[in-house]
C-alpha cells in the first residue's frame, strides 16, 4: 500500500495542526496505522496507533491528551490532531500500515514537517 501524508507546516507553541494520511489501496480497512516522527539527531519514535476498525486507540505517552488519532476507512485516511503543541513536537511525521496488529510496521509513507515555534 502506498501512504501520503500531508498537513504539516509552521505554527506557534500552543497551536493545532491536523496531519492526514491518504492511503492508496482499495483494501484500507484490512489496516491497523500508526503515526511516527523523527526529530533531527533523533530516532524515529511512535507517536500514535488505530487498529483496522478505530475501536482501539494508543498513544505515545509525550503526545497523550494532546493528539487524538482517527481513520476515515471509506476515505482510505487516517488523521493525526495534534493541540497544545510544543517546540519538542517538531519533528518530521510519518504515517505507517501494517497487516497485523502483531506485526510491525511495513509500509511507510513520506514524511511530512511539523515546525513548532516558541
Known amino acids: 500500500v502506498q501512504l501520503q501524508a500531508s498537513g504539516g507546516g509552521l505554527v506557534q507553541a500552543g497551536g493545532s495542526l491536523r496531519l492526514s494520511c491518504q492511503a492508496f489501496t482499495n483494501a484500507f480497512s484490512n489496516y491497523d496505522m500508526g503515526w511516527f516522527r523523527q526529530a533531527p539527531g533523533k530516532e524515529r519514535a511512535f507517536v500514535a496507533g488505530?487498529?483496522?476498525?478505530?475501536?482501539?486507540?494508543s498513544y505515545a505517552d509525550s503526545v497523550k491528551g494532546r493528539s487524538w488519532i482517527s481513520r476515515d476507512n471509506a476515505k482510505s485516511t487516517v488523521y493525526l490532531q495534534m493541540n497544545s503543541l510544543k517546540s519538542e513536537d517538531t519533528a518530521v511525521y510519518y504515517c505507517?500500515?501494517?497487516?497485523?496488529?502483531?506485526?510491525?510496521?511495513?509500509?511507510w509513507g513520506q514524511g511530512t514537517q511539523v515546525t513548532v515555534s516558541s
Open positions: 505507517a500500515a501494517r497487516r497485523l496488529t502483531t506485526a510491525p510496521y511495513d509500509f
Open positions: 488505530i487498529s483496522w476498525s478505530g475501536a482501539s486507540t
